[in-house]
């Protein structure tokens, strides 16, 4: 559009926009490096490095009607998931991604004045759909040993407290949390209780079990991680039967799932084999990398039961550090809110072997082109 063009009337989006996202902080990735490196490795966002099952590969390639509509209800996408999950279909309520369906389930449960409690550091999502919607993001931090401090919540819980979100394991922490732990969040809240369980793959725990034994529990899972599905875009929530009348009316037409997407992820949940073998890799590549990490000295990867570490630098700021390897093309996560604790941390999704060996490599190179802490 020419700039030369004056116009005609004025526009203030301020007035327009709602309140609760004048003050929302930006989800983004961090800076750009100031030259564009000659190659890129992406280790920021906990992709697979492997991509799909090649039926899944073929599968959108098959995909013929372009120009229709998606099935309304996803049925057959929410029967595929119901089928992977051991759950039924009637209970599932999918979407573009898990971003999708949390948003989905804010829209369902959130407005002004309400309350959600999470436990940071966490997935920052949670606090961003909370208050976009207009509630308050309650935090009840983590315990220093990443612990879920049960008491806390169970202290934070009031009668505005519509949800309590856990992400286990947790991102970007990467642990499991105790199950007893949870369970007792679960049993005495009488709001809903979610759990993101994307990583429950590499894991190979889950929380689902005990819907059977509680009624406010809904579980959050992912295609984008295990399933290497990231770019497709389809995550699914399970949730408890007598809220599923209530989703139906907010959920999405189509789910937002396109019927690319759909046919992947039919196709990919069909292909346990391959899914399995890929996160058997993943897992042995993460044990690998932490070993060459733990030979750098100062550096120790914390235990993880995902498809990424965090990692603490002999540095009081990672910071520097991770911009420095941007610089090299090596894209890793810094978490710089000092109450997170994770200052000194880096967070690096496991990538391919040689992917993984030229971190390591920069990584190394980096720290000893620096000043030890002191
Ligand atoms: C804990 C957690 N939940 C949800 C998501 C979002 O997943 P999706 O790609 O399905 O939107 C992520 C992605 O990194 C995540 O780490």
Redesign the pocket.
């Known amino acids: 559009m020419s700039q030369s063009v004056a116009l005609r009337t004025t526009f203030d989006p301020a007035k327009y926009v709602r309140p609760a996202i004048h003050h929302l902080p930006l989800y983004t990735r961090d800076g750009a490096p100031t030259e564009k490196p000659a190659r890129e490795i992406r280790l920021d966002?906990?992709e697979s490095p492997y991509g799909p099952s090649p039926n899944a590969v073929a599968a959108i390639a098959n995909v013929a009607a372009h120009n229709r509509y998606p099935e309304f209800d996803a049925w057959k996408l929410r029967e595929a998931i119901g089928h992977y999950a051991g759950v039924p279909a009637e209970r599932i309520v999918a979407?573009?991604?898990?971003?999708?369906?949390?948003e989905t389930l804010m829209y369902l449960l959130i407005e002004t004045g309400d309350r959600a409690i999470i436990s940071e550091p966490?997935?920052m999502?949670y606090e961003l759909l909370v208050r976009g919607h207009g509630g308050t993001a309650v935090n009840v931090p983590l315990r220093q040993d990443f612990s879920l401090d049960v008491p806390g919540i169970l202290a934070a819980v009031d009668e505005q407290t519509k949800l309590v979100l856990i992400?286990n394991p947790?991102?970007?922490t990467g642990n499991l949390f105790d199950r007893a732990a949870i369970e007792r969040v679960v049993a005495e809240t009488p709001c809903l209780v979610a759990i993101?369980e994307?990583?429950a793959e590499f894991a190979g725990e889950s929380c689902l079990d005990l819907m059977a034994e509680y009624p406010n529990l809904a579980i959050?899972?992912?295609?984008?991680?295990f399933a290497g599905l990231?770019g497709m875009?389809?995550?699914y929530g399970i949730f408890p039967e007598s809220l599923m009348p209530y989703l139906l009316r907010v959920m999405p037409g189509f789910c937002n799932v396109s019927a690319a997407a759909t046919a992947a992820a039919i196709a990919s949940l069909q292909d346990a084999d391959y899914n399995r073998a890929i996160v058997a890799r993943i897992i042995a590549d993460r044990e690998n990398l932490a070993d060459q990490l733990r030979e750098l000295p100062g550096v120790e990867p914390l235990p993880s039961a995902t498809n990424f570490l965090l990692v603490r630098l002999p540095v009081a700021d990672a910071g520097p550090v991770v911009r420095e390897l941007a610089n090299r093309g090596v894209f890793v996560r810094h978490f710089g809110n000092p109450a997170f604790g994770l200052l000194d941390c880096l967070r690096v999704s496991i990538g391919t072997i040689e992917d993984n060996e030229i971190f390591v490599a920069e990584l190394a190179s980096v720290l000893g082109a620096r000043e030890p802490a002191a």
């Open positions: 966002w906990n979407g573009a991604g898990l971003d999708n369906v949390l966490t997935f999502v992400c947790n991102n970007p993101d994307a990583y959050l899972r992912t295609m984008s991680k990231a875009r389809v995550g």
